[in-house]
C-alpha cells in the first residue's frame, strides 16, 4: 500500500529495482482524499494551511456541518497562533516543490 509519508514512500519506489521482483504499490484509501487531489488544491490555493483545507473539505463533504454551518461551532481545534510548516520541508517532496518561491529553498 501507498506508503502515508515521503520517506516511506521512497523506500517503496526501489524495493522492485534493489530487489529484482516485482511489485505493485496500491493507493492508500485511509485518507478523505489522495495525494494528487491534495497537490491540486495545494498548488492552487491562496492559504496552503492544515485549517483552510478542513475548512474546504468539511464544505464539501457536508462531514461535521449541520446545514451550511460547521457542527458545534467552529468546529477547528487548530489555535490561531500556528505557523505554516516552513517551505524548506515542503520544498523537498516533488508534488509541492514548484510551489515555493523562497529563497532560502533553493
Not at 3 to 31: H, R, S
Request: charged share 25%.
Amino acid at each position: 500500500m501507498e506508503a502515508t509519508e515521503y520517506d516511506p514512500d521512497q523506500f517503496l519506489k526501489t524495493l522492485e529495482t534493489e530487489l529484482g521482483v516485482k511489485t505493485e504499490i496500491i493507493p492508500n484509501d485511509q485518507f478523505m482524499v489522495n495525494r494528487q487531489e491534495f497537490a491540486e488544491w495545494f498548488n492552487s490555493a491562496d492559504d496552503t494551511s492544515m485549517e483552510a483545507f478542513y475548512r474546504k473539505r468539511r464544505r464539501e463533504t457536508g462531514v461535521l456541518m449541520q446545514e451550511d454551518q460547521p457542527l458545534g461551532g467552529d468546529g477547528i481545534m487548530m489555535p490561531k497562533t500556528v505557523s505554516p510548516q516552513p517551505a524548506t520541508c515542503r520544498s523537498r517532496i516533488p508534488l509541492f516543490s514548484s510551489r515555493c518561491n523562497h529563497t532560502a529553498c533553493h
